[in-house]
């Protein structure tokens, strides 16, 4: 039987919606149930179509954050979607309001070839001529985020924190590769660089469970 195709932006309509971390939760949670038990749902995430980028790149983050000790759970937060200098509000219970700029690097044609290889025959694409040993292809996606992190660095962003994402899970944990170094390369060279803003944190994206959230985030500045 065909599933009926949704809208992304019917299916999140209410996506950027102040919520409190325990709502953050259960949105989450709901929404991720909804597109597993889905093959139509599943494979417009993969792809990242419509809203789905949003939810992955910038809800699914801020929903993390969200459950760490920086966001108290009689706060509010939502992200905020279009084109500013910043993608997520955090309203606190004394009336103080804070702007959080969340970014990471992707390898984006790379995602998009495997999403359509996947939802097409169920597999990704090998890459042939790709030679460089586990380790190797880690340290090079580093650089990536050193690099799009300089970016940053070069704005001004006062008054609004940023957090970087960094993905240990696919690129070294999988693999059985010692992440503890990886992590302190990252915290020592993204603390070098001359940010415009009094906040910037690490947040690792690995297998612990969302209640350890606490242990994956690290405040460089």
């Known amino acids: 039987m065909t599933e009926k195709k949704i809208n992304s932006n019917e299916f999140f309509k209410d996506l950027d919606e102040f919520r409190t971390p325990r709502q953050m939760k259960t949105y989450f949670e709901n929404k991720k149930i909804e597109i597993i038990s889905s093959k139509t749902l599943n494979d417009l995430a993969r792809l990242k179509t419509g809203k789905y980028k949003e939810f992955l790149e910038e809800f699914y983050p801020l929903f993390l954050f969200s459950q760490s000790k920086y966001v108290p759970d009689n706060a509010l937060v939502r ?3 279009g084109n500013q200098s910043f993608d997520a509000i955090v309203k606190f219970a004394s009336g103080l309001e804070k702007k959080y700029e969340i970014t990471g690097f992707l390898y984006g044609q790379y995602e998009s070839e495997d999403a359509i290889s996947i939802n097409q025959r169920g597999y990704s694409k090998i890459r042939i ?10 340290y090079d996606y580093l650089e990536e985020v050193i690099l799009n992190a300089k970016k940053k660095a070069n704005k001004n962003y006062q008054g ?3 957090i970087i994402l960094l993905d240990v899970f696919y690129y070294l944990e999988i693999w059985n ?3 503890k170094q990886f992590i302190e390369k990252a ?20 297998s612990n ?3 350890l959230i606490d242990k994956n985030i690290y405040r460089v500045i």
């Open 79 to 81: 992200i905020v979607l």
């Open 129 to 138: 001529g790709d030679t460089r040993d586990l380790e190797s292809k880690a």
């Open 160 to 162: 609004v924190a940023i």
């Open 177 to 179: 590769l010692d992440t």
């Open 187 to 206: 915290i020592e060279r993204i603390r070098e660089l001359p940010f415009n803003t009094n906040e910037v944190y690490i947040m690792v994206k690995n």
């Open 209 to 211: 469970p969302v209640d």
